[in-house]
């Protein structure tokens, strides 16, 4: 069975480095096709895709806020990490990870999700 | 990006009916089309990957098809479980862009 789990602070201030980690268990990233991605959801709206990293390292960022975020795997933690510099109000949103088991053939489908965790962006 | 426009946005629907949501691409992704079900408070649930194939452990009564700009997915015969907010998703090209979804309500 695949859990994951986010984690990180709930509340930061403007400007600060968001960093929030997805633990994961029930499968490895020596998998072929496995992959993680961050996806966010303001409050009552859309999803907003952010960032993947998939079972050989490589990695694809949201173009928009390519500058901001870094995604890493720690497979001895079984952890995913998503740092995002230079916060804002704007960045309110519950994150999720999530994960794909179709990404050796492109299809970036995330069928299991972590509970997602709600960060809020104030002074 | 790709824009992925959904229609309706909102839908009123009874138990039984048949329903289908329509997800355009504002270029053609190919069969890079995967469909969601999300519920309030809850993370989504993939119903539906490349276009047609049904995720394990998902009902038979949902269904996709298209390809190219054009998808639909379609719930045969609604259930109360499957009132919620229903997500397209492409993967053909970056970055993954998402519909803006559709809420299926109760009539």
């Known amino acids: 069975q695949i859990t994951l789990k986010e984690s990180g602070p709930t509340l930061v201030k403007p400007t600060q480095t968001l960093t929030l980690a997805c633990t994961f268990s029930g499968f490895s990233f020596s998998t072929s096709g496995v992959s993680v991605g961050w996806i966010r959801q303001p409050p009552g709206k859309a999803l907003e895709w952010l960032a993947l990293?998939?079972?050989?390292?490589?990695?694809r960022y949201r173009p928009s806020l390519k500058t901001r975020l870094t995604i890493i795997k720690d497979t001895s933690k079984n952890q995913v990490v998503l740092t995002m510099t230079n916060m804002d109000p704007v960045d309110t949103a519950t994150y999720y990870c999530a994960h794909s088991p179709y990404s050796g053939n492109y299809i970036d489908a995330f069928d299991v999700w972590g509970q997602g965790t709600m960060v809020t962006v104030s002074s | 990006d790709i824009q992925m426009t959904q229609s309706p946005s909102s839908l009123s629907a009874s138990v039984g009916d048949r329903v289908t949501i329509t997800c355009r691409a504002g270029?053609?992704?190919?069969?890079?089309l995967n469909w969601y079900q999300q519920k309030p408070g809850k993370a989504p649930n993939l119903l539906i990957y490349a276009a047609s194939s049904l995720e394990s452990g998902v009902p038979s009564r949902f269904s996709g098809s298209g390809s190219g700009t054009d998808f639909t997915l379609t719930i045969s015969s609604l259930q109360p479980e499957d009132f919620a907010t229903y997500y397209c998703q492409q993967s053909y090209d970056n970055p993954i862009t998402f519909g803006q979804g559709t809420r299926l309500e109760i009539k």
């Open positions: 990293i998939y079972w050989n390292d490589d990695k």
């Open positions: 270029q053609s992704i190919s069969n890079y």
